[in-house]
């Protein structure tokens, strides 16, 4: 069956201008800033003035010639795009080939009653394989369809069946507002707040502020320096609560036969179809906080897929859940899936390796900071016993366990706790490794690998003896 290419929604040429924009807003901001001060300046000024108008007018023209020479169709099961203004591609991607298709709408989108659809593949690499960025939500629903047909007789029916729903997960309020509290943003939003604070530097009248606070000279340099680190933490903390709010507002997950429908975000709504064949592996992460909490987030590890902001190559199936209740709602979702109680440790010959490898490297640079910074450096042995602490961590919760013949759990710590779930059949590959220092100790490191994005994904648990490792090989070639 041929359709005739049809283009996207004319708003496209809009939201491509906005992209191209949002790509150029620094070096644009810096020219306007740097340039055209002062009075004797004023000619610049203008001239810098008309260029940047130009420019935008060109590129609102792009935006336009982008969308008018942007078509797709379906023909021989396959999704055809031809795009490029002045070098005309094409792309044909089968229906085959495609994991996952993500629907998002904007605030934009939601305002013209469209949405962007995203076609990931096994090989798309770091970003979707194809995007529509406007089409209508009736146009989605049926491409959807589309992808998952595969005879002719049934790409023709106009009215799809729609799929039974069997199970329902939504986040609660107290839940959403947990998952903001605890999450890992305030490290990625503290790092923007510092960038920003040391562009706008010069514009901060440091003098001022300090003459019409006296009290800052009686304050000893370290306590002030504390005082403007926690008051930066604090207003870094809140801004990652509100980010984290809205990203996964409304987070719904839904079992429908043989998928999963995953819909989240407030302001920019997104919703990502899963195929359950799709699914590699379940991997469960626990932070510091929240593992005193009790809490979890689960993660899918699916074949193919692009990149997600803060998620990689995965995709959040349960954003913060009890850890007690892991089991009964992958039950509901995942059957297949079980987590372990018991896991084969690490020998107690390894806590020294693992102690190690967690202290030598802080070791090395708190010597290099005593030795600048004197007197004051001498605070920075401090983090010597806390890497001490996080070594002993890692190897308490390093280990594995066999479910009957058909599923390994792997757990293992970097900073978060991560327990992850593989099928038997998933496992593209399950190695021994060691060293030279390891294989004195009659130790190796065992590593499963699967097959995620273009360049798959690995976990590693390190220091089992030689007979867990072993048992862990017997089970995966056991007929």
């Known amino acids: 069956m041929m359709f005739e290419p049809r283009r996207l929604h004319p708003i496209a040429a809009l939201l491509t201008f906005l992209q191209r924009l949002k790509e150029l807003v620094v070096p644009v901001i810096f020219l306007v800033v740097i340039g055209g001060r002062g009075e004797e300046e004023r000619i610049f000024f203008h001239i810098q003035t008309f260029g940047l108008v130009i420019f935008l007018l060109l590129m609102v023209i792009m935006g336009i010639l982008h969308w008018y020479r942007y078509t797709y169709r379906i023909e021989n099961d396959e999704l055809r795009i031809e795009y490029g203004v002045f070098i005309r591609k094409k792309r044909y991607i089968p229906f085959e080939r495609i994991q996952t298709v993500h629907v998002t709408a904007g605030v934009i989108h939601r305002l013209f009653r469209i949405v962007k659809l995203q076609v990931e593949t096994a090989g798309g690499g770091g970003e979707a394989e194809a995007t529509l960025t406007a089409i209508t939500e009736a146009e989605a629903s049926r491409l959807q369809e589309m992808f998952k047909k595969s005879t002719p007789e049934q790409e023709t029916v106009d009215a799809p069946e729609i799929k039974k729903e069997t199970n329902r997960f939504r986040i609660t309020p107290e839940e959403l507002l947990l998952t903001a509290s605890t999450s890992g ?179 090395i640079v708190t010597v290099i900071i005593t030795f600048i910074l004197e007197g004051v450096g001498y605070w920075s042995l401090l983090l010597v016993p806390v890497a001490a602490y996080l070594g002993y961590q890692r190897y308490r919760d390093a280990g594995w366990n066999e479910y009957g013949d058909r599923q390994i759990a792997m757990r293992f710590r970097l900073f978060s706790r991560v327990t992850v779930l593989l099928k038997r059949r998933r496992i593209q590959a399950l190695e021994e490794q060691s060293t030279y220092f390891q294989r004195r100790k009659g130790l190796a490191s065992l590593q499963a690998s699967i097959k995620s994005s273009i360049t798959g994904k690995s976990f590693k648990v390190i220091d089992l003896s030689k007979e867990e490792i072993e048992a862990a090989m017997n089970w995966y070639i056991k007929k």
């Open 185 to 363: 943003g305030i490290g990625i939003v503290l790092s923007g707040l510092i960038a920003f604070i040391t562009q706008v530097d010069t514009f901060i009248p440091y003098e001022k502020i300090v003459d019409n606070v006296q009290f800052v000279y009686r304050l000893n340099t370290l306590i002030f320096v504390a005082i403007f680190a926690v008051i930066l933490l604090f207003i870094a903390w809140v801004i990652g609560i509100v980010i984290v709010a809205l990203k996964y507002a409304n987070f719904t997950v839904v079992r429908r036969e043989d998928e999963l429908v995953v819909t989240r975000g407030l302001i920019e709504k997104q919703q990502l179809t899963l195929p359950l064949s799709r699914i590699q592996a379940i991997r469960i992460v626990e932070n510091p906080l929240r593992q005193v909490l009790g809490y979890a987030t689960v993660y899918i590890e699916s074949a193919g897929g692009a990149a997600q902001e803060g998620e990689g190559f995965s995709t959040i199936l349960f954003p913060l859940v009890k850890k007690k209740r892991i089991d009964s709602l992958l039950l509901k979702f995942l059957p297949d899936y079980q987590t372990s109680a018991n896991f084969y440790r690490v020998p107690k010959r390894a806590c020294i390796r693992y102690l190690f490898r967690s202290t030598f490297p802080v070791l």
